[in-house]
């Protein structure tokens, strides 16, 4: 039996809560762009290939409208983004559980 959303999206509150709270260990609630982007190097999302810095920062402004912090359902639109450039498929495809 697969995955179903909520426990995937449980799973990514788990990663988002870590990067969050990596050196402001109170904070769970907003992720900052740096943080992003250490979470994207860490994970190989960002590497030679079709997604650099560049592109992840460019979709945390997109999705952020300018703030310096991201929340969760924010950041979950922007997975589905971020996605879908490194899979090349539409949104609605790239993120599907299976």
């Keep these: ?11 990514i509150r788990i990663v988002f809560k870590y990067y969050a709270s990596y ?3 109170l904070n769970m609630s907003y992720i ?3 943080k992003v982007i250490k ?9 030679k290939g079709n ?7 460019i979709l945390f402004v997109k999705f952020n409208k300018s703030k310096p912090n991201m929340n969760f359902d924010d950041f979950i639109k922007f997975l ?5 450039l490194k899979y090349e498929l539409e949104p609605s495809e790239a993120f599907k559980v299976r």
């Excluded at 979470?39 to 590497?47: G, T």
């Design 1 to 11: 039996m697969g995955v179903t959303m909520d426990q995937a999206r449980n799973k």
């Design 23 to 25: 050196g402001d260990r």
């Design 32 to 34: 900052q762009g740096s």
């Design 39 to 47: 979470m994207m190097k860490d994970s190989s999302v960002i590497q």
């Design 51 to 57: 997604i650099s810095k560049k592109d992840v920062d």
């Design 80 to 84: 589905f983004e971020l996605s879908s």
